[in-house]
């Protein structure tokens, strides 16, 4: 996204389009996002009161495989020289990436929430 993202960007760009439908699909589902700030906007946790969301301990990045993610295309990322041709690398290696890697990741919650439990919010080892 260019620009700043307000909780009002974010809930018309992101929670309104992608999120709302998909989790209306997976009755159950449990919602996760950091403490960002368009994330706890007031606009946002109105949209997202509808939802289950996943209660998020202050300092713990810990809990969010998406940062696994974004850690192995950083690594794969080639030199660009414009921010055009980073969009489309990075739109290149988001669609190639590895679903058993997503798989392992997603599957691995359970025990992620459970050793930032044991942890008390704190650095765990994943």
Known sequence: MRGTLTGQRYVDDILRPHVEPFLNCLPGAIFQQDKARPHTARVA???LRHFQSLLWPSRSPDLSPV???WDQLKWKI???HSVHDLEL???D???HLPQDNI????NSMPDRVEACI???GGPTRY
């Open 45 to 47: 946790q109105d949209f």
């Open 67 to 69: 940062e696994h993610v």
């Open 78 to 80: 080639p030199s660009c």
């Open 89 to 91: 690398a990075v739109q």
């Open 93 to 95: 290696l988001w669609a």
């Open 103 to 106: 798989r392992c990741l997603i």
């Open 118 to 120: 044991v942890a008390g």
